[in-house]
């Protein structure tokens, strides 16, 4: 295998060292090699006094990150007995609060396409870089997932309600609005990315972000908040889908209407992973929490059947089990945050509040 077919490139320029996710045929999607790849580089290059600055970006033209490569994951639930997903998300799910940790500047280039565990390699960072090509969104309830790599704690701290129109819709956001749900710090046009890498080889971050970023097109949640803030504040989600409904603005009944194609169990276990990660306060706390989700999740119909339909078949046409809202129980909910005791995923403590100080 060559250089250039190598799932993440690295390579260092002057005063930065820079991850390059190398799938562009699959829209840069992880695998759980290339997490341990970006682990191991983070690794060194916290070590290495040369090396100031971290930049992360994704080949080819459409994007950062997909997400989490979920071809493996639907064989690995319907044939296998969910273990390699387990283990690939225990180390996903460390990378990601590490790199929100990470003591020096880790500069996400965030231009395309960046979607689920994508959003888990540069979100956390503490430099995340948008572009007028920016779609990001944590899709999971389309696939009969929940957010995870710490999107329910991002969304979970994003202003009103904001947070849990992304999380149960699964809606693409662009530059303006990511920045205003905190996804993002900043705007550079795509033309300018080029140039803005470069300097990042001979000048501290903060030179180079002076130099490029520029003012963020406008968003559009920001006119939307009263009906998300007002339909999502309520207790269930057969209620919020009553509020829709009942608003008259066209764009909440359309939202509605988004939600009912939607994993019934995906939505109330997403809600209620929201709500309790807003309460769990660290993001080390949410990744245990997101963890226990994420295996209970492996043992659900929805998961496999969400999967074949999106992306394996491609018939858009899941067939839910439970297929309605009024049948998914609160135990049926409840039983995705059952502890995992031994398998618990091991972040929380009380050594987890350390900030890059750069």
């Known amino acids: 295998m060559n250089g250039t077919e190598e799932p993440v490139l690295l390579h260092t320029v002057g005063r930065a060292a820079h991850i390059t996710l190398n799938r562009p045929k699959a829209l ?15 690794t060194a290059w916290e070590r290495d006094p040369a090396v100031e600055t971290v930049v992360i970006t994704g080949a080819g ?12 994951i639907h064989g690995d639930a ?15 799910y460390h990378l990601n609060a590490r790199i929100a940790r990470y003591p020096k500047p880790y500069v996400a280039v965030m231009d395309g396409i960046v979607m689920g565990g ?5 979100a956390h960072g503490s430099v995340r870089v948008v ?14 997932f929940v957010p995870d790599v710490g999107g329910t704690h991002l969304l979970g701290l994003a202003p009103g309600e904001l947070g849990t129109h992304l999380a149960l819709t699964g809606a693409q956001i662009g530059a303006g609005d990511a920045m ?19 300097d990042l080889a001979d000048l501290p971050v903060r030179d180079v972000l002076d130099r490029h970023v520029r003012i963020s097109p406008d968003g559009e949640l920001a006119g939307h908040r009263e009906w998300i803030d007002t339909c999502y504040a309520a207790d269930t989600v057969e209620e919020i889908v009553q509020r829709l409904l009942a608003h008259g603005d066209p764009a909440a009944k359309e939202t509605a209407e988004t939600l009912s194609a939607k994993s019934p169990t995906a939505l109330k276990v997403t809600l209620a992973a929201l709500r309790r990660a807003r309460r769990l306060g660290s993001l080390e706390n949410v990744l245990e929490q997101e963890y226990r989700v994420s295996c209970a999740a492996l043992t659900t119909p929805d998961l496999v059947e ?9 018939d858009r ?26 398998r618990e995923l091991g972040l929380a403590g009380p050594d987890t509040t350390a900030e890059a100080t750069w």
């Open 306 to 314: 969400g999967i074949r339909a999106q992306v394996i078949d491609k």
């Open 180 to 198: 205003l749900c905190g996804l993002a710090d900043h705007y550079v046009p795509s033309t300018s990315l080029r140039h803005f890498v470069d």
């Open 28 to 42: 840069n999607a992880l695998t759980h090699a290339m997490v341990r790849r970006i682990d191991e580089a983070l």
């Open 118 to 122: 994508g959003v888990g390699v540069s």
């Open 131 to 144: 572009t007028e090509r920016s779609r990001i969104a944590m899709p999971e309830t389309g696939i009969g």
């Open 78 to 92: 319907r044939d296998g007995d969910g273990t390699a997903s387990a283990a690939f998300w225990r180390d996903e």
């Open 61 to 72: 033209e459409r994007g950062l990150c997909a997400g989490g490569d979920i071809r493996t």
């Open 317 to 342: 046409n899941p067939r839910w089990s439970p297929a309605t809202l009024a049948e998914v129980t609160d135990a049926d909910v409840e039983r995705f945050f059952t502890p995992l005791g031994a």
